[in-house]
C-alpha cells in the first residue's frame, strides 16, 4: 500500500513539473492581422510565436519586413523577412528563465515596416 502511495506522489510531481500556461494576444490594422501565442512553461522557459498576416491582395509587392515586438517584459525584433506566398509570416522565439514573463493581462505592441510603410498593431488577449 505504502508503495503505491510513493508511486502515486512521484505520478502527481511529474505531471505537475510538466504544466503550461498557454495564452494568445490579437489584433489587427488596415493592413495587417498579427496574433502572439506564449506558453509558459513549469521550467521558467516561454515559447513565443508571433504570425504576421498580410491583408492586401499582392503579396509580392510587399518586399522586406521588418518588425518589433513590445511586451511587458522586453521583446524582440526582426529585419529582412520574407511572406509566405499566401502572406503570412510565422517567427518563433523563446525566453530563459532569467527573463521576465509576459503578463497574460498586458497589451503587446508590434511594428511592422514594408516599402516606406510603417503600422503598429495594439494585440490584446480576450482572456
Not at 504544466?19 to 522557459?45: C, I, L, P, R
Not at 511587458?72 to 509566405?84: H, I, Q
Request: net charge negative; charged share 20%; proline share 1%.
Amino acid at each position: 500500500m505504502l508503495r503505491k502511495i510513493m508511486l502515486l506522489g512521484i505520478f502527481l510531481i511529474m505531471l505537475s513539473a510538466c504544466s503550461s500556461n498557454t495564452f494568445t494576444f490579437n489584433g489587427e490594422t488596415n493592413n495587417w492581422s498579427a496574433s502572439f501565442k506564449v506558453t509558459q512553461h513549469s521550467n521558467d522557459y516561454e515559447d513565443q510565436e508571433l504570425k504576421l498576416e498580410y491583408k492586401g491582395d499582392d503579396v509580392s509587392a510587399v518586399g522586406d519586413i521588418t518588425f518589433e515586438v513590445n511586451t511587458n517584459a522586453g521583446g524582440f525584433s526582426r529585419s529582412g523577412n520574407t511572406l509566405s506566398e499566401n502572406g503570412l509570416l510565422i517567427i518563433d522565439n523563446q525566453a530563459n528563465p532569467t527573463n521576465a514573463k509576459i503578463m497574460e493581462n498586458s497589451e503587446v505592441e508590434v511594428t511592422v515596416e514594408w516599402n516606406d510603410n510603417t503600422e503598429t498593431i495594439i494585440l490584446t488577449n480576450d482572456y
